[in-house]
């Protein structure tokens, strides 16, 4: 995984798996403390305290389509070759909550990526799970709660093309206005392609 952004697309994959109907993402980019933190937390099944220990071995997977489970090694492992920090909290039948720190600074630290893409990605995929987007850059923040949206839109699927466009162009234009190191390239700004 060559991005932040790609480890997140990971996790909340893994915590759809596990029966999330509520997946909280949230980032903090602090350049005063030099910090980036991510923070996935799900509503999910959770973890018995012995597969705790067994989801950060590589060889150790629950997926039947291969035999190594890489992603959270490798947002471990992101973590620690940039002087961060790497958590993971689970309670049976509460959910999981995944908390990696990073130097934002260090010359090892994964760029961010495109978390826009990836969110769109996970809303186009999932239309039943709902997503809570936080994202704070210094002193700015952007939000983004499917929620809500599902609140405006009443019967029109989440998924609805012209729904996704509206949330795409939200998304950009939240992670511009807060200056994010995250990229939002010209086709995910809503506007045509």
């Given at each position: 995984?060559?991005?932040?952004a790609?480890?997140?697309?990971?996790?909340?994959?893994?915590?759809?798996?596990?029966?999330?109907?509520?997946?909280e993402?949230?980032?903090?980019?602090?350049n005063?403390?030099?910090?980036?933190?991510?923070?996935?937390?799900?509503?999910?099944?959770?973890?018995?305290?012995?597969?705790?220990?067994?989801?950060?071995?590589?060889f150790?997977?629950?997926?039947t389509?291969?035999?190594?489970?890489?992603?959270?090694?490798?947002?471990?492992?992101?973590?620690?070759?940039?002087?961060?920090?790497?958590?993971?909290?689970?309670?049976?039948?509460?959910?999981?909550?995944?908390?990696?720190?990073?130097?934002?600074s260090?010359?090892?630290r994964?760029?961010?990526?495109?978390?826009?893409?990836?969110l769109?990605?996970?809303?186009?995929?999932?239309?039943?799970?709902?997503?809570?987007?936080?994202?704070?850059?210094?002193?700015?923040?952007?939000?983004l709660?499917?929620?809500?949206?599902?609140?405006?839109?009443?019967?029109?699927?989440?998924?609805?093309?012209?729904?996704?466009?509206?949330?795409?162009?939200?998304?950009?234009?939240?992670?511009i206005d807060?200056?994010?190191?995250?990229?939002?390239?010209?086709?995910?700004?809503?506007?045509?392609?």
């Amino acid at each position: 995984m060559l991005t932040l952004a790609q480890h997140i697309l990971d996790i909340a994959e893994n915590s759809i798996r596990a029966g999330a109907t509520l997946i909280e993402i949230s980032i903090e980019e602090d350049n005063d403390q030099d910090l980036l933190s991510i923070e996935i937390h799900d509503n999910g099944h959770g973890m018995p305290p012995e597969m705790i220990k067994k989801v950060l071995d590589p060889f150790y997977t629950t997926k039947t389509v291969r035999r190594v489970g890489l992603g959270l090694p490798l947002l471990k492992d992101a973590a620690d070759r940039a002087d961060g920090v790497f958590v993971l909290d689970s309670t049976e039948n509460q959910g999981t909550k995944v908390r990696a720190t990073f130097v934002l600074s260090h010359l090892d630290r994964q760029p961010l990526g495109a978390i826009n893409s990836i969110l769109i990605i996970l809303i186009i995929s999932n239309s039943s799970v709902d997503f809570f987007y936080k994202h704070r850059h210094n002193d700015r923040r952007f939000e983004l709660d499917t929620r809500e949206i599902r609140k405006e839109i009443d019967d029109v699927p989440i998924n609805h093309p012209e729904i996704i466009k509206y949330i795409r162009g939200v998304i950009a234009e939240g992670l511009i206005d807060i200056g994010s190191e995250a990229e939002t390239p010209l086709n995910d700004r809503g506007g045509s392609k």
